[in-house]
DNA sequence: CGTAGGTTTGACTGATCTCAAGTTTGGTGG
DNA sequence: CCACCAAACTTGAGATCAGTCAAACCTACG
C-alpha cells in the first residue's frame, strides 16, 4: 500500500496523506525537500534544549522521544514517535527548541531546511494544512498525557500508554495492535508517566497477571482489547485518526 | 498602547501582533472577519468534549480553562485563558473537540466561523503565520504542564502554575506580574495540577508561610520573585515570547 | 565470558489523598 | 442594610498508593 515512490519519505508522504487532500504537485513539493539523510543508535540526541534550530526531523525507520528536564534533573517523556513522524514541527516557527528530542532505538532520519518547509507551506496551502492538521493533533495528545499524568493511578497510565501506542502504531502502517515490540525500556515508560521504574515493573506484572496482557522480553500481546481499554480508560478520539 | 481601534478584537490583534508581523491589510483581515459576540458568567460551558464544532472562539473579556475527564469523572484543566487568548484554535483544522472550554469568571468572547477563519489564513499568510505560532506555543504549554504534573512535587506544580499565570497576565497587558488577582478558585487550581483542593490550600499556606507570597482572598502578591522562580522551578522560555 | 544495562523482588517510608467537620466569604432577596 | 445561603476555604487525623533503598538476576553484546 504505501511505498510507491517517494524514496525515503515514503513514511511520511503516506502520514501526510492520512491528514489531508494532497495532489500530486504537493507530493513532488514533498519529494524535492532539500534534506540530508542520517543514521543514529540509541541514545542519540537529535535536538537540545535550548538550542536554535533550523531543520526540521523527519523520522524515517526507528523509534525516538521527545523530554524535558526539571532543575532537579527528573526526566519527563512527552512523546514517543515512530517511522513517519515528524520530531520537532514547532520549530517551523519557534527558533528555540524547548525540550529534547532523542532515539530511542537504532533509527535513519531526514533533516530538512527550515527555510525550505517554509516556503513549502507558503506556496502549497496542502502542505500546510496538513502539516498544521498534524501539529495540532501533536497537542491533542499532549493533552491527553496532562490527563494521563494528572488523573489517572499508576496501572491505568501504564496501560493507557500501551494503548496510545500500539493504535499510533497501527494506524502508521507499522504492525498489528494486537501483538507488537516495543520499543521502549521501562525506565522509559516511568519517565512517559511519571512512575518509578520499578512501579511500572510491579504494573506490568499485574496486567499480566490479570491476564489483559501477555509479555515476553519486550515483546507485549495485547489479550484482551475490550478489557484493555477498560482498565486504560482508552478512547483513542483525541488522536484525531480521519473518519 | 493597545486599544487603537479595531474594535471588540483589539485585545485579539495586540496578541497576534506579539506572534507576527501584520501589516495593515493582515489587520483588516481580521477586524473584518465575521463574528458574533456573547457573554457569559462563570461556568458556562463554550465547547463540550465530542462536540462538532463550526466556530472558533476568542476571549475577549473575563478568564477561561479547557479540561477533559477521566471515565471516574475526575477532571483535569489543561490550560488557563485570559483577554486576547483564541480558545480553541484547534478546530481550524479538527472537527471535533477533544476537550471542554469553560468559562471560569464572567467574560464575553466572540465567535467566529471556520470557514472565514480558514479563508483568511489561506489569503493572508501573515495571519496564519501568526496563528499557527500561537499554536505551537500552546503545544509548548502543555509540554510544561505535562512535565509539571509529572515530575514535580506539589508545592513546585503550584508555585510553577502561579508564576505562568502571573507571567502570562503581565505579557497580555493585564496588570503586573507582582500583584494580582487569581481568577481561579482552589479546586480550579487543584484540578490544574493534579492535586486535591485539601493540598492546595496547605501548600499556598506554606508558601505564604515561607514569606514568598502574601495573599488576601484571591489576591495574590509574588513578594520574593527570585526565591518564587527558584521554589518554582519556573523558566520562562517555554512561553516563547518573543525577544 | 565478562560486563553494563535492563528487569525483578522485598522491606520500609513518606507525600498526598480521603474523610470529616468547621469557618469564612460573597451574593441575593427581603 | 441586614439575614441567609451556597460556595469556597481551612484544619485535623488516619489511610494508602507509590516512592526509596537495597540487592539479585537476567541477557545481549563486545
Known amino acids: 500500500m504505501p ?8 513514511a511520511f508522504i503516506e502520514k501526510l496523506k492520512r491528514l489531508g487532500p494532497l495532489d500530486e504537485a504537493d507530493v513532488a513539493g514533498i519529494s524535492n525537500l532539500p534534506s540530508r539523510i542520517e543514521m543514529g543508535r540509541s541514545g542519540h540526541l537529535l535536538v537540545k534544549e535550548g538550542q536554535r534550530v533550523e531543520f526540521c526531523c ?10 524535558k528536564m526539571t532543575r532537579e534533573g527528573r526526566r519527563q517523556i512527552v512523546s514517543f514517535h515512530m517511522a513517519g513522524d515528524i520530531l ?16 530511542i ?24 494544512e496538513a502539516l498544521w492538521r498534524d501539529s495540532l493533533i501533536d497537542a ?18 501504564i496501560a493507557h500508554m500501551l494503548c496510545e501506542f500500539a493504535i499510533r502504531r497501527s494506524a502508521a502502517g507499522l504492525g498489528s495492535p494486537d501483538h507488537f515490540e516495543l520499543p521502549m525500556t521501562q525506565e522509559q515508560i516511568a519517565d512517559a508517566t511519571g512512575m518509578t521504574t520499578i512501579h511500572v515493573n510491579r504494573m506490568l506484572s499485574e496486567l499480566r497477571e490479570q491476564g489483559v496482557i501477555r509479555r515476553d522480553k519486550r515483546i507485549i500481546e495485547i489479550v484482551n482489547w475490550n478489557q484493555m481499554r477498560q482498565i486504560a480508560d482508552f478512547d483513542p478520539a483525541y488522536l484525531h485518526q480521519a473518519a
Open 88 to 103: 520537532d514541527l514547532q520549530h517551523l516557527f519557534l527558533a528555540q527548541a524547548d525540550h529534547n528530542v532523542q532515539l
Open 3 to 10: 511505498d510507491n515512490d517517494a524514496g525515503a519519505f515514503s
Open 58 to 67: 523527519v523520522l524515517l525507520r526507528g523509534y525516538a522521544c521527545r523530554s
Open 140 to 157: 491533542s495528545i499532549f493533552r491527553e498525557w496532562v490527563l494521563n499524568v494528572g488523573q489517572r493511578d499508576s496501572k491505568t497510565r
Open 105 to 128: 532505538t537504532e533509527a535513519s532520519y531526514a533533516w530538512i531546511p527550515i527555510k525550505s518547509l517554509r516556503a513549502a507551506v507558503r506556496n502549497r496551502p496542502n502542505i500546510g
